[in-house]
């Protein structure tokens, strides 16, 4: 696969905040994975390492993927280019020559066959007192960021004996045809079955049932929410879990 690690600026400079991508492009036929690989491959995983911060958690953030099901084999995958990004920001009271990022980089890619992959990838940028930015580029760092941004919806989750009901709210949105849920949280839900949607007025109510031996943490589902509208277009949610 081809991964790169792309900086929206030049050179940057004390109290600064910078976003970076990164790129990653599978070769033809094969495909990586979703935070949550789903029954086959494994997470892509990110870990961020800078100068400028350090006990800190710096978040990549995660596209929605493709969602693969074949032969009740459910996968979360990415086959095409996928950008992942992230902010840094620089304390006013650094003092240094560079900003040096380096990012450790875990994948599993399948195609016939899967192969663990991984990598790190690194970059430095200097600092200046006029920080510049690089051209051409703005187009690509929107269109990441808002692919891989999501507004939230509330969501009432109920485990029982077999399965686990969803209710969510829509607010205002209306004209939905259809709506899928993307657990994040690994080892709970089993898509591959058929599962009653139900929406009325502003509610979308949903039972999804369990995989046959349940080990993920059910005390922190986490979700993304699939809606696709009467006019075919999509968007995705963050599943905003409230009592």
């Given at each position: 696969?081809?991964?790169?690690?792309?900086s929206?600026?030049?050179?940057v400079?004390?109290?600064d905040?910078?976003?970076f991508?990164?790129?990653?492009?599978?070769?033809?036929?094969?495909?990586?994975?979703?935070?949550?690989?789903?029954?086959?491959?494994?997470?892509?995983?990110?870990?961020?390492?800078?100068?400028?911060?350090?006990?800190?958690?710096?978040?990549v953030l995660?596209?929605p993927p493709?969602?693969?099901?074949?032969?009740?084999?459910?996968s979360?995958?990415?086959?095409?280019?996928?950008?992942?990004?992230?902010?840094?920001?620089v304390?006013?009271?650094?003092?240094?020559?560079?900003?040096e990022?380096?990012?450790?980089?875990?994948?599993?890619?399948?195609?016939?066959?899967?192969?663990?992959?991984?990598?790190?990838?690194c970059?430095?940028?200097p600092?200046?007192?006029y920080?510049?930015?690089?051209?051409?580029?703005?187009?690509?760092?929107?269109?990441?960021?808002?692919?891989?941004?999501?507004?939230?919806?509330?969501?009432?989750?109920?485990?029982?004996?077999d399965?686990?009901?969803f209710?969510?709210?829509?607010?205002?949105?209306?004209?939905?045809?259809?709506v899928?849920?993307?657990?994040?949280t690994?080892?709970i839900?089993?898509?591959?079955?058929?599962?009653?949607?139900?929406?009325?007025?502003?509610?979308?109510f949903?039972?999804?049932?369990?995989?046959q031996?349940?080990?993920?943490?059910?005390?922190?589902?986490?979700?993304?929410?699939k809606?696709t509208?009467k006019?075919?277009?999509t968007?995705y949610?963050?599943?905003?879990?409230?009592?």
């Amino acid at each position: 696969i081809q991964i790169e690690l792309i900086s929206e600026k030049l050179n940057v400079t004390q109290g600064d905040t910078i976003r970076f991508i990164i790129k990653i492009k599978p070769r033809s036929g094969w495909h990586i994975y979703w935070i949550n690989p789903g029954d086959a491959g494994g997470a892509t995983l990110f870990s961020v390492k800078s100068n400028v911060h350090s006990n800190d958690s710096v978040g990549v953030l995660y596209s929605p993927p493709e969602l693969s099901i074949e032969n009740d084999i459910v996968s979360f995958e990415y086959s095409k280019e996928t950008y992942f990004p992230f902010t840094l920001s620089v304390p006013q009271n650094f003092y240094g020559t560079f900003l040096e990022v380096s990012i450790d980089i875990n994948w599993v890619a399948c195609k016939f066959k899967c192969v663990p992959g991984s990598t790190t990838v690194c970059l430095k940028l200097p600092f200046s007192l006029y920080p510049k930015r690089k051209k051409n580029l703005e187009k690509i760092f929107k269109k990441a960021l808002s692919s891989a941004s999501f507004d939230s919806l509330e969501t009432k989750v109920q485990f029982y004996t077999d399965y686990s009901s969803f209710e969510i709210n829509l607010g205002n949105h209306e004209e939905v045809k259809n709506v899928l849920v993307y657990p994040i949280t690994p080892g709970i839900l089993d898509i591959s079955k058929i599962y009653d949607v139900e929406i009325m007025n502003s509610k979308v109510f949903l039972k999804i049932p369990y995989i046959q031996y349940v080990w993920g943490d059910t005390t922190d589902i986490q979700a993304l929410i699939k809606i696709t509208y009467k006019n075919n277009n999509t968007k995705y949610f963050k599943a905003k879990f409230v009592k």
